[in-house]
């Protein structure tokens, strides 16, 4: 499966943004869907995840009652609502998608996007 995320930019702390990606290639209802970012220097890190329904989701503590994962597998896209943003929150940002296992289960992830850059201004 491919994967196209899009969305990032420049916001102000406090401000929101949402980001999508689009999946080709296979069924994407087939895959569960997670989000991801990296920042300079650091590691990668899991955000959320979407059960390939949509129905389960999972958060990352951080970002527990700021972010919102969503899917739509009609339009085969996955979204990622970020609101109250602070400048710890700048990464660029990658949605990822898995056959196997569960939405709860942070690894094993087996296809990437491209990611897309989330700016923070304080």
């Known amino acids: 499966v491919q994967l196209l995320a899009s969305g990032g930019g420049l916001v102000q702390a406090g401000g929101s943004l949402r980001l999508s990606c689009t999946a080709s290639?296979?069924?994407?209802?087939?895959?569960?869907m997670g989000w991801f970012r990296q920042a300079p220097g650091k590691e990668r890190e899991f955000v959320a995840g979407?059960?390939?329904?949509?129905?389960?989701?999972y958060y990352a503590d951080s970002e527990k009652g700021r972010f919102t994962i969503v899917r739509d597998n009609v339009k085969d896209t996955v979204y990622l609502q970020m609101s109250s943003l602070r400048p710890d929150d700048a990464a660029v940002y990658y949605c990822?998608?898995?056959?196997?296992?569960?939405?709860?289960?942070?690894?094993?992830?087996?296809?990437w996007g491209q990611g897309t850059l989330v700016t923070v201004s304080s």
């Open positions: 979407i059960s390939r329904s949509g129905a389960g989701t």
């Open positions: 290639g296979r069924t994407f209802s087939n895959y569960v």
């Open positions: 990822a998608a898995k056959w196997g296992g569960d939405y709860t289960v942070t690894v094993t992830y087996d296809y």
